[in-house]
């Protein structure tokens, strides 16, 4: 096991070019941030490829040393630079925090590699590496904590989430994300302020919510660390305090994971603005019913003609929670395999062709289309354009 930090690690040749140009110029250059903590932890899933770097040069220098720059957060310092292939690499002047009202900072230039770490939320977050020299910098004690799995805020815990409440999150996902603890002083801060949370914008917590169920290892422990922490009591009061068993989460989809973890989700999603088609999809999941309950063939068309556009998601959800070997689902399959309708739009009639057919436009077509589909639940051998123009006719 690593005890020490290695003596060096890989850093793409395009960042070592830009860092190259930065130093030539006279201003000392720092590879920083995730993509120095992921390497260390061999993070195959997170490899090294957005290594941000740090410079003592202003974002005015940096934009005049390269052909092609954007200003992708210059008020922060930030300047992406665009390499031969033109992909960006964010090269960020070290700053230091000046005034923060715990949403927005105003930060300051001219200072120096420290202090730009020292602004940084956790030590595992606050090294530096440097390429050609192959030294580091932790004035944190961020490999420490690193190697004890542990969470740890930079500096007094209060004042930086006092700062910064996304902080606060920010420790929850990466705590649940690499499976660390989250050192007690950090804890404990964490949940005098979690109400505080309150303050941020629906939308940073949105986003928070979103890479933090995708990054987990474990859903389930993200959840029950947002309700012991308090900030799911202040922003999704619907996590459940214990989740039901965990996601096997292939691919995390959020809206699925969160119907998971919180019921009803709907109002989670109207709470975090999400958009109106995420909005529709979790109330359809929250509609339901769950499950078709029997795995006759009728009741499970029925069930998915009702549930509609709802039916895969709550396919899914029910394939997580432990019955998935419930026999429904292979009815289900069966169905799917057969084609048979469980919806208007797979009838082999429509309301076109039953106007040509004679019916008077109005409000009987929508009876007789909701009929023949019901037959066709019971019985999908009657899907065909004769048997159902034959049923359409008896129906008055
Ligand atoms: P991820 O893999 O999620 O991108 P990351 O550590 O790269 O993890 P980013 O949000 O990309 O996280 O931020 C890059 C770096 O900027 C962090 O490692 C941290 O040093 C610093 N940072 C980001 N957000 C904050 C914050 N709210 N407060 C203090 N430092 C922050
Ligand atoms: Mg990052």
């Excluded at 957060?73 to 009202?101: C, N």
């Excluded at 202090?115 to 004690?141: C, E, K, S």
């Excluded at 998935?324 to 208007?344: M, Q, V, Y």
Aim: net charge negative.
């Amino acid at each position: 096991m690593m005890t020490r930090f290695p003596e060096s690690i890989p850093v793409p040749p395009q960042v070592v070019a830009i860092l190259r140009v930065l130093e030539d110029a006279g201003h000392e250059t720092w590879c920083v941030g995730g993509a120095i903590r992921d390497a260390l932890l061999g993070d195959q899933h997170h490899p090294a490829q957005d290594v941000d770097l740090a410079t003592a040069a202003p974002p005015a220098v940096v934009r005049q040393l390269f052909r092609r720059t954007i200003p992708v957060g210059i008020e922060h310092g930030t300047v992406g630079v665009l390499d031969d292939d033109g992909v960006l690499h964010e090269v960020t002047t070290f700053r230091r925090d000046v005034r923060t009202d715990g949403r927005h900072a105003e930060v300051e230039f001219g200072v120096e590699l420290d202090d730009d770490l020292a602004r940084r939320d956790f030590t595992i977050n606050a090294m530096a590496y440097h390429p050609v020299h192959q030294t580091w910098r932790d004035p944190f004690g961020g490999l420490d904590d690193l190697l004890a799995h542990r969470i740890r805020a930079v500096g007094d815990p209060d004042q930086r989430f006092h700062e910064d409440r996304l902080r606060i999150l920010r420790a929850l996902r990466f705590a649940a994300r690499f499976d660390f603890t989250i050192d007690p002083e950090t804890w404990r801060a964490a949940t005098d302020q979690a109400h505080d949370t309150s303050h941020l914008s629906a939308e940073r917590v949105r986003d928070e919510w979103i890479k933090g169920l995708t990054t987990a290892r474990s859903a389930a422990h993200l959840a029950t660390l947002w309700v012991r922490s308090g900030v799911a009591a202040t922003w999704i009061p619907e996590l459940h305090a214990v989740a039901p068993n965990d996601v096997r989460v292939d691919d995390r989809d959020p809206i699925l994971v969160t119907a998971f973890l919180a019921a009803p989700s709907a109002p989670v999603w109207r709470r975090l603005k999400g958009s109106t088609a995420e909005i529709r999809r979790a109330e359809g999941i929250d509609r339901g019913p769950r499950s078709p309950g029997t795995p006759e063939p009728n009741v499970v068309r029925r069930w998915l003609a009702d549930t509609g556009p709802a039916a895969d998601d709550l396919v899914r959800l029910a394939s997580w929670r432990d019955d998935a070997a419930a026999p429904w689902l292979e009815t289900i399959a069966g169905i799917r395999e057969r084609g048979e309708p469980t919806h208007r739009g797979a009838l082999a009639i429509d309301g076109a062709q039953l106007l040509e057919a004679g019916f008077p436009s109005g409000p009987l077509v929508g009876r007789v289309i909701a009929v023949l589909l019901d037959a066709v639940l019971e019985d999908p051998s009657l899907n065909t354009h004769e048997q159902l123009l034959a049923l359409a006719r008896t129906v008055t």
